[in-house]
């Protein structure tokens, strides 16, 4: 670059995520990789054939730029099957992965100088979101080992600035779900103001608790949010990127008027391919906490005899523990050691706060095969 052009960053401290640092970590490593949240096995053979003879019929130019239809219909009845709430059609909008509506979504609700209230430690994608629509996040710190929300110092945060609140659940690192009783709360603090919520819900299918209690299913919120979701995690397919927001009318019209500059339309015989699947498979997804249960419980069985402590994980295909009997190393220094010295990488948990607290605690994702998980384990309790 000359000396003469001049160039200032809109994201001066936006470096690369811990997620690839992680991964090329592992990769160099030759590392079991525990860190970032995606399956090391394929998707169900009838999906790939499912899209493959859409693919091959001619379906591969432009969907509609809401989404195809016989795709949005087939998410209606899905959720008015597993949270009997009626959604019209027309509520739905297919997006490039859940990331690509969360990302729309802020930036058309959130404008120069809001605030908007993130609950931390939180999925890093929130963050530069808010301030790529010049808004600034606000952080709710939950205090580990406590996972759950104390709503009146959560209200304490709320300004006249407030502008939007995001939610996750289930919860991206820590594996809290909200429950109804959560959801009145926070209700109640916003009721009187203009405040939207924006629920990031990719996890929805993957509870061992209790069911999903879905932001679509409150009287009160559901007229002021926004809730996206992600057919990666429910179907396997990460690298698809293909998800959807579900709004009332008055925000699914804004979140189109960007959307349509942003992809205008996502990949087209996938959608063909998904609704397909999803009518002639729908138990694949509603099972899915089972099929996940069974690896956080090989998880859990294979750690036991280990110096790490688990934290209870209600949702999420990621588990939480700590390691203070083993180092007093900080969480990154923490995890780097284990990649090199023990062959596993993990994610330090402090990556996922504004300014986070002292931590030693790490997430480990259980998303993988039992041969991965049980090599992974082994390794683990040598610490």
Known sequence: MSDQFQFQSK????????????TRLAKEQNAINLAQGFPNYDCDPNLRDSVKSYIDSGHNQYAPMAGAEVLRIEISKLIKETSTINIDPNQITLTAGATQAIFTAI???VKQGDEVIVIDPSYDGYKPSIRAAGGTPIAYQIPLPNL???????????T???TMIILNTPHNPTGMVLAKEDFDNLYELIKETNITVLSDEVYEYLTYDSQHYSIIQHEGLHERSVATYSFGKMLHCTGWKIG?????????????????????SVNTPMQFGIAAYLRNHKEKVTGLGKFYKKKKDLLELGLQNSRLEPLHTAGTYFKLYRYDAISQQNDID?????IKNHGVALIPISV????????????????K??????QACQRLCQL
């Open 11 to 22: 994201f001066p401290q936006q470096g690369q995520s811990i997620f690839s640092t992680m």
């Open 107 to 109: 930036q058309v609700l």
């Open 148 to 158: 759950t929300i104390d709503w009146d110092h959560f209200g304490s945060l709320i």
């Open 160 to 162: 006249d600035k407030t």
């Open 244 to 264: 959807y927001a579900v709004a009332p009318d008055w925000i699914t019209q804004e979140i189109r008027k960007l959307h349509q500059f942003v992809t205008f």
């Open 334 to 338: 923490f995890t780097i050691d284990v």
């Open 352 to 367: 996922f706060s504004e300014k986070p607290p002292a931590s030693n605690f790490i997430r480990i994702c259980f998303a």
């Open 369 to 374: 095969t039992e041969d991965t998980l049980t």
